[in-house]
């Protein structure tokens, strides 16, 4: 596909830029605008060739740009949804000169007629009998930035304001444009509510019914939503009451039936969205769900099929609604199961007693259920399951391909025939979740070696524990048929309850650290940090597309940069990774903060200067916003904290000026609510968020308190003494509730919990010269340390790492060896957590599926941890104690 357009492309004399995804075709001299209306042509992958044969004479012949999709496989993967929402159905866009709009979109249209293809939720159609749609959007990114220092797509006004440029679950028309399709019509940004128009259909052994449905979203859970009291009504009597979930595949929803009286759930099946190899899209799962639910209708613990209705070409599947929260959501909310749960209520015995019966139930009546996980395990208030989501069920002989990683047997990827004891593998993963917390592990792309760290992980939770469920787990998820169906006949004959010992339920023991495995990590890691630099500076295959390059410290080039320049086998791609930061930071206004703003780039980049040499350029004059925040990684106590580091980086400069006025602010109380940086915390976790150190008074204190140091200001001083003497306070109280059957490893985070807050009262501990601050300090690490083995992320932000790197802190300021040997400790468990050889580990970052340069959320943050606990020296990065390399 790309060979051959480059081809035709090269005859027209157009440029060609080609990158994962899109083939970019631009015509020399074209005058194209910022932002106007687009065209967006939907084909299915069977299609794509006798759409582009169709089309491309006329895009040519029309002097347009325009971007095709690389190939059929990657138009599958955008179809799927699972890319990018709004990239459903856009196998080709069309950026038209805009007084020819209507009819490029019409010529298109007319040589299109009768093709079939996915609907575009964010645009309308041109004409209904034809897969061409269009919608007001951007040609060329254009961003403004918020507080993260992430990049947001944006229309701009006539007079200067901001509208989402993103494709949204709907059709939009900016307030200064009109619908050039439809002029004289109503303004299409304030449409009615309502059963959406168009005749209904029947599906095969469904109920005609006239109605229709909203359009599709962006994957987001909506539950609890309210909608409207003038809702739409689909089906012709399900009013709907709340959204569950709105996403590129099909929204599903919460709805009242109208003749019954009862709760139901909705769920949408979008045409051609999803489809195979073999031409099966999700409508097929709708058919084979319904096929399923008809199968063990009775069955206590399985909703109960209501309706299957069809409007134009896609399909609505309508169930009894069975509970609010899933397995998945009630573990993140509540907490673990136990075998001996401590009046939590939360019994892993009684959930895997639960899950068993509804198995024998449902293989009872010639089923396999293919797709169970903690999303498919909903839980009532007095925590009774009922089985959701039959879509890829066995039954009579046919099952539609999908598994879910982690979950679903690892053969099941090869279609063969399910058979009950794919589920038992199932059912290990499940507990295995309600167990830890965790999902298991699926960095790596072999099955085997993600299945071995799943169970060291549990190993490292439970050493030697071979009694009740979690003994049982091993087993369950063992590659064996025959094992794990021994381990469920165990379960249901009660075996799970008693305390003698599972024969063979030992599982892989966890990786024991050595100095030698460490300097191999080290070695490995360092290396794939140089690798993220290169490919970080390897730049579009077209600029005119992209969006700009993240320079600053959280997830971008900075903080990446500043730990390579402490290593000095990679100091020269640091130095090259500077000139390259300095070069690209785009003039759109960045924030002032200290992670994720200018503040961090400048202080890598005088860093940079200052050990390579003066060829690594400056970053410009930073000024502060008018209404800053207090915090450090958003706000003042952050910018004022590397501009404290950056005078001595830049002695002359006015650094103290902006320090000491960052200092003002906090003690005039002249910052922002910082409140929503990130969730309110549920009591009883042992997350603090307005206490820990990346939102709250831990950054805060820390700050004021080296401000003081360096100035000797007095009200500094006093305030960071009366923050500290809460936090010490807080963090014995906090020690305490992370022992509890309540708390979450999100309460040993750095940014978050105990972690950070045990880092600011070492500070305080080392400048007051006193033990008060030590003694919860001490209390802290080894609670924190204690629930380490259930933290799920091994980054330097939410997990592991960050934890490591206090535990290395409280060990450099007491000496004491049992600090060092809990950092060691924490090595071993992100090594369970990885992927790859335990040599040469793939480091997960916070969204679990791949490693990463971000600095907070990725590999180089974990080696920052690393090199510390190697030389058993150096402070933390961005930190007022830190000092540059030399």
């Known amino acids: 596909?790309?060979?051959?357009?480059?081809?035709?492309?090269?005859?027209?004399?157009?440029?060609?830029?080609?990158?994962?995804?899109?083939?970019?075709?631009?015509?020399?001299?074209?005058?194209?605008?910022?932002?106007?209306?687009?065209?967006?042509?939907?084909?299915?992958?069977?299609?794509?060739?006798?759409?582009?044969?169709?089309?491309?004479?006329?895009?040519?012949?029309?002097?347009?740009?325009?971007?095709?999709?690389?190939?059929?496989?990657?138009?599958?993967?955008?179809?799927?949804?699972?890319?990018?929402?709004?990239?459903?159905?856009?196998?080709?866009?069309?950026?038209?000169?805009?007084?020819?709009?209507?009819?490029?979109?019409?010529?298109?249209?007319?040589?299109?007629?009768?093709?079939?293809?996915?609907?575009?939720?964010?645009?309308?159609?041109?004409?209904?009998?034809?897969?061409?749609?269009?919608?007001?959007?951007?040609?060329?990114?254009?961003?403004?930035?918020?507080?993260?220092?992430?990049?947001?797509?944006?229309?701009?006004?006539?007079?200067?304001?901001?509208?989402?440029?993103?494709?949204?679950?709907?059709?939009?028309?900016?307030?200064?444009?009109?619908?050039?399709?439809?002029?004289?019509?109503?303004?299409?940004?304030?449409?009615?509510?309502?059963?959406?128009?168009?005749?209904?259909?029947?599906?095969?052994?469904?109920?005609?019914?006239?109605?229709?449905?909203?359009?599709?979203?962006?994957?987001?859970?909506?539950?609890?939503?309210?909608?409207?009291?003038?809702?739409?009504?689909?089906?012709?009597?399900?009013?709907?009451?709340?959204?569950?979930?709105?996403?590129?595949?099909?929204?599903?929803?919460?709805?009242?039936?109208?003749?019954?009286?009862?709760?139901?759930?909705?769920?949408?099946?979008?045409?051609?969205?999803?489809?195979?190899?073999?031409?099966?899209?999700?409508?097929?799962?709708?058919?084979?769900?319904?096929?399923?639910?008809?199968?063990?209708?009775?069955?206590?613990?399985?909703?109960?099929?209501?309706?299957?209705?069809?409007?134009?070409?896609?399909?609505?599947?309508?169930?009894?609604?069975?509970?609010?929260?899933?397995?998945?959501?009630?573990?993140?909310?509540?907490?673990?199961?136990?075998?001996?749960?401590?009046?939590?209520?939360?019994?892993?015995?009684?959930?895997?007693?639960?899950?068993?019966g509804l198995l024998d139930a449902v293989h009872a009546r010639g089923a396999v259920v293919r797709d169970l996980s903690p999303k498919n395990v909903v839980l009532d208030d007095d925590l009774h399951c009922t089985l959701v989501d039959f879509g890829n069920s066995r039954y009579d002989g046919f099952q539609i391909p999908g598994w879910t990683p982690g979950y679903s047997v690892p053969d099941q990827h090869t279609g063969r025939p399910s058979e009950p004891a794919d589920d038992y593998f199932a059912l290990g993963g499940v507990l295995f979740f309600a167990a830890t917390g965790m999902h298991p592990i699926g960095v790596d792309p072999d099955p085997a070696r993600n299945l071995e760290r799943t169970l060291m992980s549990l190993a490292a939770l439970f050493p030697g524990v071979t009694t009740g469920v979690r003994g049982l787990i091993p087993r369950l998820l063992s590659l064996d048929p025959a094992e794990r169906t021994a381990a469920v006949a165990g379960i249901r004959d009660g075996r799970h309850r008693t305390g003698r010992p599972t024969a063979g339920a030992a599982g892989t023991a966890p990786p024991r650290f050595t100095p030698v495995l460490l300097d191999a990590v080290i070695a490995h890691t360092t290396h794939e940090c140089v690798r993220f630099a290169e490919k970080m500076m390897e730049g579009p295959a077209d600029p005119r597309r992209s969006s700009p390059p993240v320079t600053h410290v959280y997830g971008g080039s900075s903080g990446l940069g500043m730990e390579l320049l402490h290593h000095a086998d990679t100091e020269a791609v640091a130095g090259e990774l500077a000139r390259w930061t300095a070069q690209v930071i785009p003039p759109t206004p960045l924030p002032s903060a200290l992670y994720f703003g200018r503040t961090g780039t400048a202080l890598f980049l005088s860093a940079a200067r200052r050990l390579l040499g003066a060829d690594v350029p400056g970053c410009e004059p930073i000024g502060l916003g008018d209404t800053e925040r207090g915090d450090y990684v958003h706000g003042v106590a952050g910018i004022g904290a590397g501009h404290l580091l950056l005078a001595d980086l830049d002695p002359g400069s006015d650094h103290p000026a902006v320090a000491a006025e960052c200092a003002r602010r906090l003690l005039a109380g002249e910052v922002r609510d910082t409140q929503d940086a990130a969730a309110p915390a549920q009591p009883g976790t042992g997350v603090a968020t307005e206490s820990g150190f990346a939102h709250g008074e831990a950054g805060i204190a820390v700050f004021l308190l080296a401000y003081h140091q360096a100035t000797g200001d007095p009200e500094a001083g006093e305030a960071a003494r009366r923050r500290f003497d809460t936090l010490a306070d807080e963090a014995a109280t906090l020690a305490r509730v992370l022992r509890e059957p309540a708390a979450r490893p999100m309460g040993a985070s750095w940014c978050q919990g105990l972690s950070g807050i045990v880092t600011a009262l070492l500070h305080a501990a080392r400048a007051y010269d006193d033990e008060r601050y030590l003694r919860p300090a001490r209390a802290g690490a080894r609670a924190c340390l204690a629930i380490a083995p259930q933290a799920w992320v091994v980054s330097q932000c939410c997990g592991l790492a960050g934890i490591g790197d206090m535990l290395i802190d409280v060990a450099l300021a007491t000496g004491e060896e049992e600090f060092w040997h809990g950092a060691e400790h924490v090595v071993e468990l992100i090594l369970t957590r990885s992927g790859g050889d335990l040599r040469r580990p793939v480091l997960p970052d916070n969204t679990l599926e791949g490693a990463s340069g971000s600095w907070a959320m990725g590999t180089p943050g974990v080696l920052s941890f690393l090199r510390r606990l190697r030389d058993r020296d150096g402070a933390r990065l961005w930190t007022p104690w830190w000092t540059p390399p030399r």
Request: charged share 25%.
């Open 1 to 356: 596909m790309a060979e051959k357009l480059t081809e035709i492309a090269a005859r027209e004399r157009c440029e060609v830029y080609v990158d994962d995804i899109w083939v970019s075709v631009h015509r020399p001299g074209l005058d194209v605008p910022a932002q106007g209306w687009k065209l967006h042509v939907s084909a299915r992958p069977g299609t794509l060739v006798a759409t582009l044969d169709r089309i491309l004479p006329l895009l040519f012949q029309l002097d347009c740009d325009f971007k095709v999709a690389r190939s059929t496989e990657v138009l599958r993967e955008l179809n799927s949804g699972d890319v990018d929402p709004g990239a459903v159905g856009k196998a080709v866009t069309v950026y038209p000169p805009q007084d020819r709009v209507v009819r490029i979109g019409r010529v298109l249209a007319a040589a299109l007629a009768g093709f079939a293809a996915p609907r575009v939720p964010s645009d309308r159609r041109v004409h209904r009998r034809a897969p061409v749609y269009y919608r007001y959007g951007p040609f060329v990114p254009q961003y403004r930035v918020d507080e993260n220092g992430d990049y947001e797509l944006v229309l701009i006004g006539p007079d200067g304001e901001f509208l989402p440029g993103a494709a949204g679950p709907e059709f939009r028309c900016p307030p200064w444009a009109s619908d050039p399709f439809r002029q004289g019509a109503p303004d299409p940004a304030t449409g009615t509510a309502g059963t959406l128009p168009g005749p209904a259909s029947r599906a095969p052994g469904g109920s005609a019914r006239p109605g229709g449905a909203p359009g599709a979203g962006d994957g987001r859970p909506e539950d609890g939503h309210r909608v409207p009291e003038d809702a739409p009504t689909l089906g012709g009597r399900y009013r709907l009451t709340s959204g569950v979930v709105r996403g590129a595949r099909g929204n599903v929803y919460r709805a009242e039936d109208t003749v019954s009286g009862r709760r139901v759930v909705i769920k949408e099946a979008r045409a051609y969205v999803g489809e195979n190899a073999d031409g099966m899209d999700l409508r097929l799962q709708i058919r084979n769900e319904r096929r399923i639910l008809e199968a063990l209708a009775g069955v206590d613990g399985v909703p109960g099929l209501i309706d299957h209705f069809r409007h134009e070409e896609d399909e609505y599947l309508v169930i009894t609604e069975e509970g609010s929260r899933d397995l998945n959501r009630f573990v993140n909310e509540h907490g673990i199961f136990a075998d001996d749960p401590p009046g939590t209520g939360r019994d892993l015995a009684v959930l895997a007693t639960q899950l068993v």
